[in-house]
């Protein structure tokens, strides 16, 4: 079965500090591995993902991910948060084979507060 | 405007109450999926649907009922809720499947009492 750890539940930066946030995955073959920011009282938004190919990945927002597969992680980086990044992050791992799939398992969230 | 639309935004019912809770997407998705967020739990998947009368359970479909009648809509169904039902849930569709960027309504916040 496959299965998403995000190992920091609280995460506390200063304004125009770099970010990193952790996310190591449990998959047998090769994931599809998304990053998702669900600010407060919203729906969540894709941040970015990985399918294949180039294992530096950019998404919006300044955003970039980096999947190790020997280390079974896929951390989300930003080299100098914005106040208007503070929301939760969320880790997430699908089938690779091909878009037609229906599981997406989700890791716990990391929430993000950005000092002034 | 493309959006997935649930209704309703917050729900309080007691034990046992049948309820419905509606989703409703206007992007021609044949993906649909709901999800519930609990505190310190992250997202599960709840039921999801490939396609019209297409439905499989996701990793915590008990005590949930989905129907996919038509393309736009993806009603859950809560037959005899109880307290542990107590959730915030999201309903969410894509393309063609969860690999797609799924687009995610504003949610329902439900309390069974």
């Known amino acids: 079965a496959q299965s998403v750890t995000q190992p920091d539940i609280h995460i506390t930066v200063s304004e125009g500090a770099s970010l990193e946030l952790r996310c190591n995955y449990s998959?047998?073959?090769?994931?599809?591995l998304f990053w998702y920011v669900q600010s407060p009282g919203q729906g969540l938004q894709l941040l970015l993902k990985y399918f294949s190919g180039d294992t530096l990945v950019q998404g919006i927002k300044g955003f970039e991910a980096e999947f190790k597969r020997s280390q079974s992680s896929f951390n989300l980086r930003k080299p100098s948060v914005h106040w208007s990044d503070a929301a939760e992050y969320f880790c997430a791992v699908g089938r690779a084979g091909g878009t037609s799939y229906g599981k997406l398992t989700f890791g716990q969230g990391t929430i993000l507060t950005v000092h002034p | 405007e493309a959006q997935v639309t649930q209704n309703p935004r917050y729900l309080i019912t007691v034990t046992g109450k049948k309820l419905t809770v509606t989703c409703s997407q206007n992007m021609n998705h044949e993906y649909m999926s709901w999800y519930r967020q609990d505190p310190g739990l992250g997202l599960r998947q709840i039921y999801y649907?490939?396609?019209?009368?297409?439905?499989d359970k996701g990793d915590v479909p008990e005590g949930y009922k989905v129907s996919r009648k038509e393309k736009r809509n993806f009603p859950l169904i809560l037959e005899s809720p109880s307290p542990n039902q107590t959730s915030l849930y999201f309903c969410?569709?894509?393309?063609?499947?969860?690999?797609?960027?799924?687009?995610f309504g504003n949610g329902t916040r439900l309390t069974v009492t």
């Open positions: 998959y047998g073959a090769t994931p599809y």
């Open positions: 649907s490939m396609n019209v009368e297409v439905t």
């Open positions: 969410a569709s894509s393309l063609d499947g969860s690999n797609s960027p799924l687009h």
